[in-house]
Structures are given as C-alpha cells and as structure tokens.
C-alpha cells in the first residue's frame, strides 16, 4: 500500500463498490480524511471500521470535502446521485466510466452548478489500486487548475496520466483502449481454440503470444496502422483465407475473426491500400 502522506487532504467519495472500495482504502491507507457515501449503506460499514467518516446522504458527502469523487456505475447514476445536490465550489472528479460525449456534457454541467470538473478513465481492475507497481493507471482531462490542485491525492491509487482540457478526452483514450484490448482478447480467445484440442505446451504458447503481440503492436504503432509495401494488403487478405481454412480443420468458429477480415476484403476490392482507412465511415454517413 501506498505511504502515508504528509499533507492529508479530505476527500469525499460516492461509489463504493469494487472500484470505489478500492480507492477508498488507498486513500485512508495514505492518511487521506476521507467521507464516504454508498446507496447501499452496508457497503460502508467496514470503510467506517478503518477510519472513513460515512455521509448519510450525497449532499452530505459533497459538503464534508473540496475534492469530490464519483464512482458509480454510469453516468445515469450521477444524474441520479447529484440531482439537487449543491456543489458551488467543488472539484469534481468522475471517475465512472462513461464516453467522451457524456464526459463534455457532464463537465459543462459542473460547470453551470459553480463547480471545477474531471473527468477519469481507470485503467486498472480493483487489486491494482493502492499498489504502484501493478502498473494501473488514470487518465484524467477537463480543468487543468482543478488536476494540478489535487494531482498528489489522485496519485495514491494509482498512477495520474493528464491528457488535456477537453473533459472528453479521458473517455476517449481509455474507450479507445479498452476497444484495442477488445480486439486483442478475441484474437487471443481464437487463438487458444485452435491450439486446444493439440499437444501444445499452454505455457510456453502463453508466452509466445504475449510476447508475439507486444512485438505487432510495435509494429503497428510505427506505421501508423497502414499496410505498407512491405507486407501489403492483398497479401495479408490472402493469408486470411489460410488462418479460416485452419480454423475449419481444427473446428474453431471464425466469427472473432470474420469481421475484421471482410473489411480487409472491401478494401482490397475497392483497391484501396491502406489498412489505416478500414473504418473510414461508409460514403453519405455524417
Ligand atoms: P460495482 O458494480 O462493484 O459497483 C457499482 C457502484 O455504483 C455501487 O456503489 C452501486 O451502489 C453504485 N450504483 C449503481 N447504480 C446506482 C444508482 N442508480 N444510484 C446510486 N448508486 C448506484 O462497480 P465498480 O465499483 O467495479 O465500478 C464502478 C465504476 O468504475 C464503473 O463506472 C466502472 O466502469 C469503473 N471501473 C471499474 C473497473 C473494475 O474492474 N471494477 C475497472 C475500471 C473502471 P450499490 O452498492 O448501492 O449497488
């Protein structure tokens, strides 16, 4: 856990379900005053037991500190939770999931209810909150003052990485992520399938996925996506159709990869050779 802080600043936090349970003990394990409010009242009851203050209401909770943090499930549940709520004065940071769009309009609606807004996006699962060398991260954007205000207390949990004032730009680098990992998991679900039924050794095939992936994500990085001369597109389509004939032999469905390869297809038949432009919009879409 994280070392006790020399400067304790109060926190409040609304949210405490995994995510917000987590938080919540790096910060009181920093020596953060922290006030906590949860819907279900229950779910406090052992924060209390480790030195949290419990808000009997939302209200409450906002009023206990500057610094006020969300972490529930959606953006729904903040209307829900704040509707009514005085927050002149506060810094809010969010750190519920939610898409850029929804991050923009709650910043503005912060804003007209006198309040300084972030916006957060966790990269991390809840064990590795509190403990710096697990890797987890925040992406935080919105009000630069309100983040440099509170950058040391939003560091306990784990690590802060700003990445400008439009407040949908939290959302939109840890969505984007998120969709990457996506699109990793269903190669990698795939790529089980086909070894599954084998001799493989699951060890080191785990290894040369990881660190076969790794590598093709350097590569991709570099070019920006696109095809290149070097390993062009028809060519990649071509060796598609080797990757669904061995999924047929080793009785694996294609549908993680099906998707994928019919836009390679297109663009190879509308001879476009670039990979970067596969999700341009469809002509005549806004
Ligand atoms: P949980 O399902 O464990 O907890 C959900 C929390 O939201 C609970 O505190 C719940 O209250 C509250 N809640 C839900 N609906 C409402 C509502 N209408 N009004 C008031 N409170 C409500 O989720 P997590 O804690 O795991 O996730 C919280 C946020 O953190 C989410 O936005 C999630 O995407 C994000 N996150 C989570 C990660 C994870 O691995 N857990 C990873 C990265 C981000 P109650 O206890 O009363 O049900």
Redesign the pocket.
Known sequence: MTNRNDDPTPVSL?????????LARAWLAAGHPLTVW???P??ARALAGEGAAVAADPAGAVAASGLVVL????D??VD??LAGVDLAGKDLVN????TPAEGRARAAWAEERGARFVDG??????PMIGVPEAGGYVFYSGSAEAFEAHRAVLEVPAGARWVGTDPGHAALY?VALLSAMSGLFAGMTHAYALVRDEKVDAERFGELLTSWTAAMAHAFVATGGAAGEDSNLEMQAAGNRTLLRTAAGQGVSTELLDGYFRLMDRQVAEGEPDAVVLLRRPSGSA
């Open positions: 609304l949210g405490l379900g995994a995510m917000g349970t987590a949860n819907r279900t229950a779910r972490c529930l499930m959606d729904a549940s829900e939770v750190l519920t999931t939610g996006g966790i990269m991390a699962v809840p840890d």
